[in-house]
């Protein structure tokens, strides 16, 4: 656990709290004041409120139209089934600014939307509502559907048949059982659209702001310290008491329940009731994932001139976003690889050893180490990359002109994909495997390199494709570090979009369509790799 806590006491807690430590400490003390000044602004309680309600709309509408297809998935049979279970997928791994980018080409100005019924979404609640939609669909797919799969139907069979009608058998018997994982699905999309920033930057406007973009405005545009501080102090306090109840409730589904073997209760659809269910979870997917990532190929081919590669072309130019980039946009993709590269290996090297940890160990101490590798994934990645700049910039860590800074700040988002992609498969390593390794003569490091390493290879790949594509994507923090002469692709499209013009509207739409491919192939590599027995873990 030494190196873990390290790793995330050096490169997430301390710029955190040397972010809050500039806000709220100055020559006379802590001024513990500000923080009952800042949260009864009535701006900032705006944001506060906003924050809130639109997580709690997105939480709630993405079970109702996510839930139909976690059945589908858990209970049906249908030809293209892995391939679409991958395609749900490819919106959760890519980053919020393509996401946004997406929408904005489906709902914005001149959007397929705005030219089919002169209606636009953008700078509209809706189309924030929607894209977490988008995004999020896939935990509750994955998570809900893969306990869902493991539930002996049986039980539910037995309720029919002592009378109880298929309504009251499925919520006396089923809903039950999955309330757990339902409880943690609805939790950990509450945490993503809690923290929201890309997605609400690009299509919220100016009148919509959470409390990321709140940070980001105050911290990059206002240079407003104090606010910002109490701002991440209140989203830490958030995610804490979040991840605290995720806890709970994954604790309680892994003793819970007895599980079957998932290929004993899937089937081909059954009577026109199962085949309008499919019929209507497939148009879904169709019309809420399908079709903006569709709209956004369509659009980065649209030139003025007519359809062709122009936009692509014209990323092999510095000049052509009108001084935006001191190098062609096309480096971002050599960049954005590279450092997701190096970011990968880093989250696979701290999160298996706390995977690692946290299977041979256990207690409160151990319960509180795994909700710290969580912490990331809903904590201000702005102000993890603001911290950065004002703290790795002695030595012997002065790194602000290091390409290192990078990869280490997108190591944190993927620590956390590693831990969750293997702790399930190393907890399922029999012990007595290592003792007789032990016994044997075998040291601690070649007994786990011949008996753990071969076991859970294959969740060390998946592990690792997580972290690539989710490195990839990483926007929050990146925006501050990503130098000028070696953008990454969501800071390159995201300064694209800042810019007036339809050429640099055609090279973002280009750029993320790009990164959109290449997340797309790592899901379905990563989805041939997938275990065929899962107990919910997304």
């Known amino acids: 656990m030494a190196v873990p806590l390290a790793f995330f006491g050096l490169f997430f807690a301390y710029p955190v709290a040397a972010i809050v430590g500039r806000g709220l400490k100055t020559a006379d003390g802590w001024q513990f004041g500000r923080i009952g000044e800042v949260i009864t602004r009535p701006d900032i309680a705006g944001v506060l409120w906003f924050t809130t309600w639109q997580a709690l709309a997105s939480t709630a509408l993405t079970l109702l139209i996510a839930l139909p297809g976690a059945y589908v998935f858990a209970r049906f049979e249908f030809p293209g089934k892995q391939v679409l279970r991958a395609v749900v997928t490819v919106p959760f791994v890519l ?71 298929r309504f009251a058998a499925w919520r006396r018997v089923t809903l039950p059982a999955l309330a757990p994982s339902v409880a943690a699905a609805s939790l950990m999309v509450f945490l993503f659209t809690f923290s929201s920033f890309g997605v609400v930057l690009i299509l919220g406007g100016p009148s919509y702001s959470t409390l990321e973009v709140e940070v980001y405005r105050q911290t990059a545009q206002l240079l407003d310290l104090p606010t910002a501080a109490v701002l991440t102090m209140v989203q830490f306090a958030a995610v804490g008491a979040v991840l605290g109840v995720h806890a709970w409730t994954v604790r309680k589904r892994e003793t819970a329940l007895r599980l079957v073997d998932p290929g ?18 497939l148009l879904t997917v169709a019309l809420l994932i399908v079709l903006p990532l569709g709209v956004l190929v369509e659009r980065s081919f649209d030139t003025p001139g007519g359809y062709g590669p122009g936009f692509y072309q014209a990323l092999q130019d510095a000049g052509a976003g ?16 590279r450092y997701a590269l190096a970011a990968t290996a880093i989250a696979l090297v701290i999160g298996g050893l706390a995977a690692a940890a946290l299977t041979r160990r256990g207690g409160r101490f151990v319960r509180g180490f795994d909700a710290l590798l969580m912490l990331p994934l809903g904590v201000s990645a702005v102000t993890v990359g603001f911290g950065f700049l ?50 044997l003569g075998a040291s601690p490091w070649r007994a786990w390199r011949e008996v753990d390493l071969p076991l859970v290879r294959r969740a060390l790949l998946i592990a690792a494709g997580f972290a690539f594509a989710v490195s990839l994507g990483e926007f929050g923090a990146t925006v501050f570090i990503a130098r000028p002469d070696q953008p990454t692709l969501p800071v390159a499209v995201a300064r694209l979009l800042g810019r007036a013009g339809e050429l640099n509207y055609g090279q973002a739409m280009a750029l993320s369509t790009i990164l959109m491919l290449v997340c797309a192939v790592s899901l379905l590599l990563l989805e041939r790799l997938r275990p065929d027995k899962t107990a919910g873990e997304f």
Request: glycine fraction near 10%; avoid cysteine.
């Open 95 to 165: 980053p919020t600014v393509v996401v946004g980018t997406a929408f904005l080409a489906l709902v914005g100005r001149g959007g397929l939307l705005d030219e089919v019924a002169g209606v636009r979404l953008d700078t509209t609640v809706w189309a924030i509502l929607l894209a977490h939609v988008f995004f999020n669909y896939a935990v509750v797919v994955r998570t809900v559907g893969g306990l869902w799969a493991q539930l002996d139907p049986r039980q539910e069979e037995a309720a029919r048949v002592l009378g109880a009608s």
């Open 264 to 281: 004993r209760t899937t089937h081909r659809p059954r009577g026109l009731a199962q085949r309008a269910l499919l019929g209507g979870v």
């Open 322 to 337: 009108g001084g935006t980039f001191l190098v062609p946009p096309l480096d971002a993709i050599g960049n954005s690889l």
């Open 390 to 439: 004002i703290t790795l910039d002695e030595p012997p860590l002065d790194l602000r002109t290091s390409w290192i800074l990078v990869p280490l700040a997108q190591a944190l988002v993927g620590v956390p994909f590693v831990v969750r992609s293997m702790l399930p498969v190393l907890r399922a390593v029999d012990g007595r495997l290592r003792e007789a390794a032990g016994v």
